[in-house]
Structure formats: structure tokens, C-alpha cells
């Protein structure tokens, strides 16, 4: 469990640093988290769901069509995603070689 709250920590999440505090306060003696034994790596139901996620992103464009508009008259392409990463947008406005 130390090593799960350390590595959550680090997350520079908010209320868990409160919370990890809160823990260590009110479970005096300790606590423990009952986690299922991982499935062997080779196994068959592992290898089917591997196959199943691969071939789901693999299928699919990278980007939408919708997401990319280019302008003719000045040989511009200009697109946008929002990153998932605090869903920051971000547009782009290149040249068609570049792109």
C-alpha cells in the first residue's frame, strides 16, 4: 500500500495528499488493500483481449476528418485536437508540405 500512496502522491493530485494524511492519522495500526493475483502474461483470455485492443485503435484514423480544414487559396492546412491532458485545445495552422 506504501508504494501505491507514493506513487499517487507524486500525481500532484489535489485532496490526496489530505487524504493520504488522513489515513496515516486515523488507521493507527495500519491498513491493507486486497488486490486480485495478477493472470499469467501468456493466458489465453490475455492475449485475446491484447488482440482486441490493438486491432480496435489500429482500425480507426488517428485524427477526424472534421478536425482538418484546408484552405486552397493560400495552400494552408489548419487542424486541432484538444490533449487529454487537462483537455487543452490546440489548433494548428501549417503548410500543406509540412503537414
Known sequence: MYQILDLLSKQELESFNYLKQR??????????????????????????????????????????ENCIKYEDDKK???????RHEGEKYI?????VENF
Open 23 to 64: 489515513f496515516y492519522k486515523e488507521l493507527v495500526n495500519g491498513f491493507y488493500v486486497y488486490a486480485k493475483k495478477k493472470e499469467k502474461d501468456n493466458d489465453d483470455n490475455n492475449v485475446d483481449d491484447c488482440v482486441n485492443y490493438i486491432t480496435r485503435y489500429t482500425s480507426r484514423p488517428p485524427m477526424a
Open 76 to 82: 494552408m492546412i489548419r487542424w486541432w485536437y484538444n
Open 91 to 95: 489548433e494548428v495552422y501549417e503548410s
